[in-house]
């Protein structure tokens, strides 16, 4: 108890290893939240003639099944929502759980790298 490190337990000392994992996370975290903020407040309003063209026209859909059945008209709708995660406000808030994924992930591996 004379306030040295040496007595502290080896479960409160980090590898250097580990050191550099939790400060990339904690990076990846920072940088995609502020880049998930300035998408968000760049992005564009919804263009209301996409919505004209898009899968929710009754007369697309039943073609689409005559032609390929229902499960062409699922991986049309899987397609279309996939891709509406990559443009405006919807890409910051895709951009935010994807770094925040990586930034959980570095610090979950790097939670395994501890001295023993």
Known sequence: ??????????????SPLQKRLYCTGAAILVVSLIAAVLIYISAPPPDS?????????PRYQIELQQ???????????LHQWFDSLWHGSR?????????AALAAGCFFIGHFFADE
């Open 1 to 14: 108890m004379n306030g040295n490190d040496h007595d502290a337990p080896s479960s409160t000392r980090r």
């Open 49 to 57: 003639a996409v919505a004209m063209y898009a899968m929710v026209d």
């Open 67 to 77: 032609i390929g059945g229902n499960a062409a008209v699922l991986m049309a709708q």
């Open 91 to 99: 890409l910051a808030y895709t951009v935010a759980v994807l770094g």
